[in-house]
Structures are given as C-alpha cells and as structure tokens.
C-alpha cells in the first residue's frame, strides 16, 4: 500500500453526475497531486460493496429526480459505514441532489417521498413554483464562493444547534427562499447546492485538500505494519 495514495469514493458516479460535478473531483486530484500524491477514485454504484474507512474522502454529485429515486432504494446499505464516517470527522462532500439524499427526505414534485439516509437533520421539498437557478455568490469561512445553483429542492435544517450553513448569501437563493443560507458544514461534511464546479473556487478545495491530507495520515498511522 503506497503512503503517496489518495483513495476516494465517487458515490454512483455513473448516476448523480449533472452539471458537471465531477469536476470537483478533477481539481482535487489536481491539487493533490501537486502536493505530491497520486488518487484513485472508485465508482461505488448500484450493488457494489462499500466501507467509507477504506478511503481518505467521499464524493457524492447531483442528479436528477428519477436517478435519485434509483439511488435511494441501493443507499441504505451505505448508511451506517457513512453515518459512522462523518461523525468520526472524516472529509465528505455532498452537491445538490447527494446533500439532498443525506437528510431524511426529498419531496418530489409528484407527491412522491424519497427516503434519504436520514444521517443529518435536514429535509427537503420540491417547490414547482419556484426553480432556483442562477449564479451565486456567498461567504464561508474561507472567504467568498462564486458558483451555480440549478434545484426546485428547498432543504430546510431540522436541528440548526447541530447543522450550520456552508454560508451566507450574497446572490442567489442556496438551501431555500427563506433562510439566505448556502449548504451545510458539519464536522468535515459539507452539503452544497453549488454547480460551477463548486471547487473552482481554491479557497474551499484547498481547506479540503487539508482535511483529505489529514485523514490520509490518520489513515496510514492506523494501517502501519507492527514492526
Ligand atoms: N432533483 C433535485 C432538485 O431539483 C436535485 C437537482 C440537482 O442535483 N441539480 O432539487
């Protein structure tokens, strides 16, 4: 096992790839590698064995309501490895239809209720009045992040002493209408609605680049041969 690797799991790449997502990916692979580690990363689709502490972060993209109808029904065997994950502080990050899928419940615009993993106390509800689509524009804690949000889910936290927002809007809608809050930051998860790729913004891919570097250590610590 090379201590120069960094394995990271692509949840149902295959599936939960709209607007480009992957490119979050991509750009940390980037500035990995010019940190000076090689990456691996797995499609963990429909069917396929998954232990999220086999890996150093985890990638969840958007997608489409009709593929996160198929995704939610294969998701539930996943829950206790990522519930276990997050709250031991490992690096996640979930965009728009993923984030939507970690909290108790999506609410399509036919009526029907996707089960999330119900891992984090949120839920989301399809407005059909109201598509939010359009540039945005928010503060984090690692300065200003411009990106592109493209969702009719409006999530709404159910614990706000737990869940904190990723940011605070400058333009654009983010969670919902309402609260002028971006994603979620909680532990090292962050839930984003933000297409563009989210993470052509450096200020928040290089703060992730330290939370994989970091669990990567841990992680070669913990499976260092007994000498
Ligand atoms: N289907 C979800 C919505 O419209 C998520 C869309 C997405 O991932 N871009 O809210």
Redesign the pocket.
């Known amino acids: 096992m090379s201590d120069k690797l960094i394995k990271i799991a692509y949840l149902y790449e295959d599936l939960m790839n709209?607007?480009g997502d992957s490119g979050d990916v991509k750009i940390l692979s980037f500035l990995l590698k010019r940190e000076g580690y090689d990456t691996q990363v797995d499609n963990i689709s429909l069917g396929d064995q998954f232990n999220a502490f086999a890996y150093d972060f985890v990638f969840f993209g958007?997608?489409?309501?009709f593929e996160?109808t198929v995704v939610a029904k294969d998701l539930p065997r996943h829950k206790e490895t990522l519930e276990k994950y997050i709250n031991e502080d490992n690096p996640m990050l979930c965009?728009?239809?993923g984030y939507?899928l970690m909290g108790s419940y999506y609410k399509t615009n036919s009526g029907v209720t996707i089960p999330g993993l119900d891992i984090l106390p949120l839920h989301?509800v399809?407005k059909s009045d109201k598509r939010m689509i359009d540039d945005t524009r928010y503060i984090t804690e690692w300065g200003e992040v411009k990106a592109f949000e493209?969702?009719?889910?409006q999530t709404y936290f159910d614990n706000k002493d737990k869940l904190h927002p990723l940011g605070d809007m400058i333009e654009g809608y983010g969670n919902n209408p309402q609260d002028h809050v971006e994603g979620l930051r909680y532990r090292n998860f962050i839930g984003s609605y933000s297409?563009g790729p989210l993470l052509k913004n450096t200020n928040v891919a290089n703060a992730i680049v330290k939370m994989i570097i970091k669990r990567h250590d841990e992680r070669m610590k913990q499976t260092e041969p007994i000498k």
Not at 62 to 65: I, R, S
Not at 150 to 153: D, K, L, Y
């Open positions: 709209t607007y958007g997608g489409q309501d996160q965009i728009c239809g939507q989301t399809f493209n969702h009719s889910g297409h």
